[in-house]
T-cell receptor, first 117, second 109 residues
Framework: DTAVSQTPKYLVTQMGNDKSIKCEQNLGHDTMYWYKQDSKKFLKIMFSYNNKELIINETVPNRFSPKSPDKAHLNLHINSLELGDSAVYFC????????????????FGPGTRLTVL | GQSLEQPSEVTAVEGAIVQINCTYQTSGFYGLSWYQQHDGGAPTFLSYNGLDGLEETGRFSSFLSRSDSYGYLLLQELQMKDSASYFCAVKRGWGKLQFGAGTQVVVTP
């Protein structure tokens, strides 16, 4: 059983298009995240949701809109794609921040490699 | 400002010991985590230090000194499968991890 899954694994699209990436976790965690990893492997948090509530929103262009229909799912929609959006996007989850372990160990999905042409 | 510094690359032979240092400058520090990422793979959790001292997990150990804003990951008895990128990450509260740029560990026969 895959703990954190993402679809699609690869996404190739033209500039200006709109695309979505989906994430699901079956770990029973309450908190989910989106990260962006650039070509230099720099991993940066974009958003975090706890029980469907947005709790972290880093400085991300508002072309990026996360949506959490329930605590097991966190999707990322990107409007008007730009060349600079090309990266690997990782979804992650962790136990509830209030009741979970002190480490807040994050479990990452396999990533979605987005290429904007 | 906020920053994490770690070496960009370390090369060692099988069976050797490697230490990856991480120095940080950040507000809201709760602890230091380490993650491993193989090429094309996802980051996976290795260890966490919330308090000063050494944490040991099999061949891997991690150390934290809050007063020095410094930590390290020690990889012992290196194996070829340990070739990967290793990231230190500061926990800044509310599940917020700030990652370093990563250290590429290359293990040679």
């Amino acid at each position: 059983d895959t703990a954190v899954s993402q679809t699609p694994k690869y996404l190739v699209t033209q500039m200006g298009n709109d695309k979505s990436i989906k994430c699901e976790q079956n770990l029973g965690h309450d908190t989910m995240y989106w990260y962006k990893q650039d070509s230099k492997k720099f991993l940066k948090i974009m958003f975090s949701y706890n029980n469907k509530e947005l709790i972290i929103n880093e400085t991300v262009p508002n072309r990026f809109s996360p949506k959490s229909p329930d605590k097991a799912h966190l999707n990322l929609h990107i409007n008007s794609l730009e060349l600079g959006d090309s990266a690997v996007y990782f979804c992650a989850s962790s136990q509830d921040l209030l009741s979970g372990g002190s480490t807040d160990t994050q479990y990452f999905g396999p990533g979605t490699r987005l290429t904007v042409l | 400002g906020q920053s994490l510094e770690q070496p960009s690359e370390v090369t060692a032979v099988e069976g050797a010991i490697v230490q990856i240092n991480c120095t940080y400058q950040t507000s809201g520090f709760y602890g230091l985590s380490w993650y491993q990422q193989h090429d094309g793979g996802a980051p996976t959790f290795l260890s966490y230090n919330g308090l000063d001292g050494l944490e040991e997990t099999g061949r891997f150990s991690s150390f934290l000194s809050r007063s020095d804003s410094y930590g390290y990951l020690l990889l012992q008895e290196l194996q070829m499968k340990d070739s990967a990128s290793y990231f230190c990450a500061v926990k800044r509260g509310w599940g917020k991890l700030q990652f370093g740029a990563g250290t590429q560990v290359v293990v040679t026969p």
